[in-house]
């Protein structure tokens, strides 16, 4: 499952789910679309695209290509190489209206999202260190950092990037 970041207030004006089906439709074949709004679709080397947009405003797809001695059948076959060129160009072609994101702006916020992930493992670990190494930390700062670290937990488990304010007020604590 791969989670993508969609530009602010793209869902919205592209009609949520309902509307990411109909635009699934644009760039491919076999768009089936359940009760929940998502939508299950294939073309070319794609064998299956599945999507929608999550509660957190995140377009979220799943998508399954050909592999090994099918991908070689599928681009000797006549055409097999341009259909696995449309393939290719219709994925990207999805994703940029599906997100509102040229690729290279989709690297840049996967990136910043790993970041703020790092930095947060990062913070947790320091302050499992640092009470570990402090005997004259009062309880109430040592049950405060729980809290923090419990909250910041939460999100990273969630796929939620955790919030700067958040690691910045556990750090701020050692």
Request: charged share 30%; proline share 2%; glycine share 10%.
């Amino acid at each position: 499952m791969e989670r993508f970041a969609v530009k602010r207030g793209l869902v919205k004006s592209m009609g949520g789910n309902a509307g990411l089906a109909v635009l699934a439709t644009r760039y491919f074949e076999d768009v089936n679309v359940d009760s929940d709004g998502k939508f299950a679709a294939s073309f070319g080397i794609l064998t299956s695209v599945q999507g929608h947009f999550d509660e957190q405003g995140k377009l979220s797809v799943e998508v399954e290509q050909m592999k090994g001695a099918d991908l070689g059948t599928f681009l000797e076959a006549s055409g097999g190489r341009e259909q696995a060129m449309e393939s290719r160009r219709r994925w990207s072609g999805f994703l940029d209206e599906a997100t509102g994101y040229t690729p290279k702006q989709r690297g840049d916020k996967a990136k910043e999202e790993a970041k703020k992930f790092s930095k947060a493992k990062s913070a947790i670990k320091m302050a499992h260190k640092s009470m570990e190494l402090m005997s004259d930390l009062p309880e109430a700062s040592i049950a405060k950092a729980h809290e923090l670290i419990a909250m910041l937990e939460s999100n990273i488990e969630e796929g939620v990037p955790p919030s700067e304010s958040q690691v910045k007020k556990l750090n701020d604590l050692f």
